[in-house]
C-alpha cells in the first residue's frame, strides 16, 4: 500500500508543477479576467480571498480530471459545500483504495518578505477525532490512504490597480489588470506543511506554517515527530486537560504542542524549527 501512496503523492506533486502555465498569461497573470453578461460585459473579479479560491477550483477541474483519466482513478467531489476533502480520487480497479485532496489557496504577505497568509489544513472536529465518523466528510477519515494538499500561492495586485466598479466590453480585454500574479503550486501531505496552531478564528481548524520556503519544502513543525504525533496531537487539541504550569496542582486545556510532548513524556527538542524571525521590507 505504501508504493501505491508513495507513487500517487509523486505523480500529484508533478501535476502540480504544470499549473502555473495553466492558469497564467505572459508567465504570471491570471488569466482569468473578470465575468461576462449575454451583453458581453466584462465585470471585474473581487479581490476577495473565497471568490479567487472557487474560481480558481473551476478553472482548474478539468485538469484534475485529466489527472484523474491518466492515472486510473475517478474523482468524487465533496457532496456539500463544507464538507472535506474538495477532491477524493478513488481508484478504478480497487476503490478501497482512495486519496483526498484540499485545494487550498492564499497569498503572500505584502510587508513581509518570504511569508504567506497561511493555510486551514482542515477541521480537527469530529470528522477528525472520530476516523469512522461520516459527519461533514465524503468518507471516513480512516478511509483515505493519505491526505493531501493542492495548494496554491500568488501575489494580490495592489488595490490602486482595480476597479471593482469598472465595466468593460470585450474590446477592453487586454487592458484588465489580473487580480493575482506570480502563482505557486505545490503538492503535499498536510501534516507536514501543519503547525501547532489553530487556522482561523475560534473554529477548530488546523493551521500551517507560513514561510513559503518551509511549505514548498514540507518542512512543518512535525516533521521530525511524525504523521502519528500530529494525529494525537490534533485529536486532543484544545480537549486533552494537561498540568497548569503557572498554577500548581491545576490542569488546563491542551493549547501546545510542546505541552502535548511534555505530557506525553516525548522530547521537545523534536518539534521542528521553523519559520524564522520576520523582517520588515526596507
Not at 465533496?78 to 478504478?92: C, G, H, M, R, T
Not at 465595466?167 to 503550486?185: A, M, Q
Request: charged share 30%; proline share 2%; glycine share 6%.
Amino acid at each position: 500500500m505504501s508504493k501505491i501512496k508513495n507513487e500517487f503523492i509523486l505523480k500529484l506533486k508533478e501535476f502540480s508543477k504544470t499549473l502555473t502555465e495553466y492558469v497564467s498569461v505572459n508567465s504570471k497573470e491570471w488569466s482569468i479576467k473578470g465575468f461576462i453578461d449575454t451583453d458581453k460585459n466584462i465585470y471585474t473579479i473581487s479581490s476577495d480571498s473565497k471568490i479567487i479560491s472557487k474560481i480558481l477550483e473551476i478553472q482548474l477541474f478539468p485538469k484534475f480530471k485529466e489527472f484523474a483519466t491518466d492515472n486510473g482513478y475517478e474523482i468524487v467531489l465533496a457532496e456539500k459545500q463544507n464538507w472535506y476533502p474538495d477532491l477524493s480520487f478513488v481508484k478504478k480497479d480497487d476503490p478501497s483504495i482512495n486519496f483526498a485532496v484540499d485545494i487550498k489557496t492564499t497569498y503572500r504577505l505584502d510587508n513581509y518578505s518570504g511569508f504567506c497568509n497561511g493555510f486551514t489544513l482542515g477541521s480537527h472536529g469530529k470528522y477528525f477525532r472520530d476516523r469512522t465518523s461520516s459527519k461533514n466528510i465524503q468518507f471516513p477519515y480512516a478511509e483515505y490512504k493519505a491526505h493531501l494538499v493542492l495548494g496554491i500561492l500568488y501575489t494580490r495586485a495592489k488595490s490602486t490597480d482595480i476597479d471593482e466598479t469598472e465595466i468593460l466590453k470585450i474590446s477592453e480585454l487586454d487592458t484588465i489588470s489580473s487580480v493575482i500574479t506570480d502563482f505557486d503550486f505545490f503538492a503535499e501531505e498536510k501534516w507536514k506543511i501543519s503547525s501547532d496552531k489553530g487556522g482561523s478564528g475560534n473554529t477548530a481548524n488546523i493551521g500551517s506554517i507560513n514561510y513559503i520556503d518551509d511549505i514548498l519544502k514540507g518542512n512543518g513543525v512535525f516533521k521530525k515527530l511524525g504523521e502519528q504525533v500530529f494525529d494525537e496531537y490534533w485529536i486532543n487539541q484544545g480537549v486533552l486537560q494537561v498540568p497548569d504550569p503557572k498554577l500548581k496542582g491545576q490542569y488546563k486545556k491542551l493549547t501546545k504542542l510542546s505541552e502535548f510532548l511534555e505530557f506525553k513524556g516525548i522530547n521537545t527538542e523534536l518539534i521542528n524549527k521553523v519559520e524564522p524571525k520576520r523582517k520588515n521590507k526596507k
